[in-house]
């Protein structure tokens, strides 16, 4: 079946990111179950395509709120292709406004986008979350001090 790889991966990606329209056009979350799907299907043909990790570790964090997968999903993407300056960003906000937020990870993530990405709007939206993380924790913020 790898020889068909080079047909199937496409397919099954064209198909991924209609599905994926068709929840964002239509506020369909069957859409982006379907999306999953479908990267599912092609990683199974290229299981080494960080892109393919990517899209669906965001549609896990974004669309669906299912952080531990979008995680797992964005941390494959990166071990991928450790350029990859987006599944930073991503897994840092997914990590961010997660409930238990891990905001140390967060910013970890974040620094690393940074390091690694010229778009100017994502790095705003990065420097302004950085710059909350680095703030002391306000008085009677229900943390207790040691």
């Known amino acids: 079946m790898l ?3 080079f047909v199937v991966v496409p397919f099954w990606v ?3 990111l209609l599905f994926r329209a068709f929840g964002n056009q239509f506020a369909w979350r069957g859409g982006y179950r379907a999306a999953v799907a479908c990267f599912s299907r092609a990683l199974g043909h290229a299981p080494g395509n960080a892109q393919l990790y990517f899209w669906r570790g965001t549609l896990y964090w974004r669309e669906l709120g299912e952080i531990a ?3 797992a999903d964005l941390t494959r993407a990166i071990e991928l292709d450790s350029q990859m300056a ?3 960003l991503n897994r840092g906000l997914a990590r ?3 409930a238990g937020a891990d905001r140390a990870a967060a910013a970890a ?3 690393a986008f940074l390091e690694r990405s010229s778009d100017a709007y994502w790095r705003e939206v990065a420097l302004r979350l950085l710059e909350q993380a680095e703030q002391p924790p306000a008085v009677g913020d229900g943390s207790t001090a040691s």
């Open 14 to 16: 064209y198909f991924g």
């Open 96 to 98: 961010w406004y997660a």
């Open 69 to 71: 997968k979008a995680e």
């Open 109 to 111: 993530d974040l620094r």
């Open 3 to 5: 020889g068909w790889s």
């Open 86 to 88: 987006r599944a930073y």
